[in-house]
């Protein structure tokens, strides 16, 4: 079976949290599944390193600052590797550029183009776990590109649909997909499984549980997605086809 889960920056705000997540990952390999796993940069990593950024050069190049900001999900993903690996499963982190994810080269707003899954079928066949840095790619030109907030969700899903993975699970800070943020209204409905279309509208009204990127591609190309807790580990929501 192979599995393609996504750890956003809450999940891995710490160390213990970083381990948390590792274990977790590092079971599935001991069950025999192959787990590709893409992560987010830590916290709230990505706020801090525009804030100092803008502090340098308020106008700064789209590209530079692609090239800057990439760095906050390589490091979670070199981070992760290294939890893996000390708990005896072999794991390797790759950038979205190393991982064949390319992009249409449109700064700061990228779309994947296409996957080439070479180096990462390599790697799962040598038996590692395969760490990737989400939120970017690379173009034409050989950039770095990255592919807007909350794009790592949009590189697990796109991974999930090149490689054809058997499951494809988005970890955050909440349960599942409500009918309304839970932290505001505390009678707010869970949904156990939720259509394409009703996430994307839910997005467009301001939930922020996926990227609308992510639901679409996950949508053209029929990946079932689960949203669920990193903290808890219980079943979540599925978005898919039909309610």
Do not use: W
């Not at 789209?62 to 800057?68: I, L, N, Q, V, W």
């Not at 893996?84 to 080269?105: E, F």
């Not at 990737?132 to 907030?149: E, I, K, P, Y």
């Amino acid at each position: 079976m192979l599995i393609v889960q996504k750890y956003g920056g809450t999940s891995l705000g710490d160390a213990g949290r970083i381990q948390k997540a590792a274990i977790r990952v590092a079971n599935l390999a001991r069950q025999g599944c192959n787990v590709v796993v893409v992560v987010s940069a830590q916290g709230e990593m990505t706020d801090e390193m525009i804030s100092k950024a803008l502090e340098l050069n308020a106008r700064g190049s789209a590209r530079e600052m692609d090239a800057y900001l990439a760095a906050g999900e390589q490091m979670s993903a070199g981070l992760m590797a290294m939890a893996i690996g000390a708990l005896g499963c072999p794991a390797v982190s790759l950038t979205g550029r190393q991982a064949g994810i390319h992009t249409d080269g449109v700064h700061g707003n990228a779309r994947i183009k296409n996957v080439d899954t070479t180096r990462i079928r390599r790697e799962l066949e040598a038996g590692k776990v395969v760490v990737v840095a989400g939120f970017q790619g690379v173009s034409d030109a050989d950039d770095v590109t990255t592919l807007g907030r909350g794009g790592s969700d949009t590189t697990a899903v796109a991974l999930a649909a090149y490689l054809k993975a058997d499951r494809c699970q988005i970890f955050t800070d909440v349960d599942g997909v409500y009918d309304r943020d839970p932290r505001k209204y505390p009678e707010a409905i869970r949904f156990g499984r939720i259509s394409y279309e009703k996430m994307l509208r839910l997005i467009e009204n301001g939930a922020q549980v996926l990227h609308d990127r992510s639901v679409e591609l996950a949508r053209d190309h029929g990946i079932a997605v689960e949203v669920l807790s990193a903290f808890t580990g219980l079943a979540g929501t599925i978005v898919c086809t039909q309610e």
